[in-house]
């Protein structure tokens, strides 16, 4: 099966500027998160979609960022405008269940502002 | 928020050198999962386990959840299995979101 696909891979972008990340989960999976790293700190949550429905969104840092998940397939996460601290990778993530298994990685997108 | 400290922080090995990795958690999980980073960055699930043992090749893992900690034990290590470990926890109760530690950074050296 395929894995959790992101693009673009990288991304760089000047401040002010807007950036729009893809995510797309593994085939049957209704659960998709948002995680990312900043520079040199830990892994951190954004937000947890079930299907189409944001069911946890408290990690999200502000109003610049929003997710989508339309249809409850592939999400978006976007960024506007981008400020110097969003640099950092955007990692999605799918699984079956909530709880009960595993969580699969997408490879990342790194994004880094100027 | 549950906190999740990880140790070493920093690990170097010889080729064909065994390891153990520890996870410790400051509160009840009902999910726990350990990770690698590879040095492309991607991030690949090595086991679920919020109890007992699993064992997968030279890899295995023990979650002792009582005591809150689990570890990850690595086998006559190989070049590929240099990057980052991360272990990662749902706190029991809460929001079904996973909790990092900083990692482990392991280097196996030929």
């Known amino acids: 099966e395929a894995g959790v696909t992101q693009f673009p891979s990288h991304s760089v972008i000047e401040k002010g500027q807007t950036v729009t990340l893809r995510c797309d989960p593994i085939?049957?999976?209704?659960?998709l998160y948002w995680y990312r790293r900043v520079m040199g700190k830990e892994i951190k949550f954004l937000l947890h979609?079930?299907?189409?429905?944001?069911?946890?969104e408290s990690g999200m840092p502000n109003n610049r960022f929003l997710a989508e998940r339309t249809g409850g397939t592939y999400s978006t996460l976007k960024v506007q405008p981008a400020e110097l601290e969003d640099s950092g990778v955007y990692f999605c993530?799918?699984?079956?269940?909530?709880?009960?298994?595993?969580?699969?990685f997408g490879n990342g997108t790194r994004l880094t502002v100027t | 928020g549950i906190q999740v400290e990880q140790s070493p922080p920093d690990l170097i090995l010889q080729e064909g050198a065994n390891s153990t990795l520890r996870c410790n958690f400051s509160d009840s999980v009902n999910n726990l999962q350990w990770f690698h980073q590879n040095p492309w960055g991607q991030l690949i699930n090595l086991f679920y386990?919020?109890?007992g043992t699993k064992q997968n090749g030279r890899l295995s893992a023990t979650t002792v959840a009582t005591e809150r900690y689990s570890l990850l034990y690595i086998s006559s290590s190989q070049t590929t299995d240099s990057g980052v470990y991360f272990c990662a926890v749902e706190r029991e109760g809460g929001s079904e979101k996973l909790v990092f530690g900083k990692g482990t950074k392991l280097t196996v050296n030929p």
């Open positions: 979609f079930v299907k189409e429905s944001k069911q946890d």
């Open positions: 085939s049957g999976h209704d659960n």
């Open positions: 386990i919020p109890s």
């Open positions: 993530a799918s699984s079956y269940d909530r709880t009960y298994s595993p969580l699969h």
